[in-house]
């Protein structure tokens, strides 16, 4: 099972702003994805890496940004909060567990609120 | 495109019985399927996956994959409330993304 640690977990925040949302994870995963989900409806990829400076779009078009610098860290950034971005983010990552599969474990989430 | 189904519920089942979830998927080609377990407000949290034709088995659940008919199944033996939640079914395309069903909420009445 992996570790995956997501800041902050709840954040209120104005119109405009600028947020990060942080992902990290110990287990020297090479694969990171970011999802989004609003309450009671699946879960969409807006991004994922396969490993150091690599980043692709997902399969839901967003505004949010991500890097990858190092290989346990794959932060989200929002230049400039909405109130259409209001929702759950949830940062996983994925190792091969047997050739060609590879499962993918969740952190807590960050419940985002833009005011 | 890849899709995977899944009923949305809600299934209720009475405690101490067996809840059937199903899920289908699209691509034949598919390799991995996962069963994952998301509690209200909570993140997914994978319980189940299975690789191969035929039954998984572990503790009370049990995962099984048919894909001459493309679909994948979770048993829960011996229902108890804390099982209650939403199951989400997932299936790699063959690369490391997954694709997710809707999820089927399942109630489990005392």
């Known amino acids: 099972e992996a570790d995956i640690y997501q800041t902050p977990r709840y954040l209120v925040i104005g119109t405009g702003k600028k947020i990060t949302l942080e992902c990290s994870q110990t287990?020297?995963?090479?694969?990171m994805y970011w999802y989004q989900q609003d309450p009671g409806m699946e879960l969409h990829l807006i991004h994922y890496?396969?490993?150091?400076?690599?980043?692709e779009k997902g399969d839901l078009s967003s505004e949010s940004t991500v890097s990858r610098i190092r290989t346990e860290h794959f932060p989200l950034t929002l230049e400039s909060a909405r109130p259409s971005h209001t929702s759950q983010y949830l940062c996983?990552?994925?190792?091969?567990?047997?050739?060609?599969?590879?499962?993918?474990?969740f952190g807590p989430g960050t419940r985002l609120t833009v005011t | 495109q890849k899709e995977v189904e899944q009923n949305s519920g809600p299934l209720s089942v009475p405690e101490g019985a067996i809840a059937s979830l199903n899920c289908t998927y699209s691509?034949?080609?598919?390799?991995?399927f996962f069963w994952y377990r998301q509690y209200s407000g909570k993140s997914p949290e994978l319980i189940m996956f299975?690789?191969?034709?035929g039954d998984k088995e572990d503790g009370r659940f049990t995962a099984q994959l048919n894909k001459a008919s493309q679909y994948v199944s979770l048993l829960i033996r011996d229902s108890q409330p804390s099982d209650s939640a939403t199951y989400l079914c997932?299936?790699?395309?063959?690369?490391?993304?997954?694709?997710f069903g809707t999820g089927t909420r399942l109630t489990i009445i005392p």
């Open positions: 299975i690789y191969s034709n």
């Open positions: 996983a990552s994925s190792h091969e567990r047997v050739q060609g599969s590879y499962e993918q474990y």
């Open positions: 997932a299936v790699a395309f063959g690369n490391e993304k997954l694709t």
């Open positions: 287990m020297g995963h090479d694969k």
């Open positions: 890496s396969y490993g150091v400076n690599s980043t």
């Open positions: 691509d034949r080609g598919s390799q991995s």
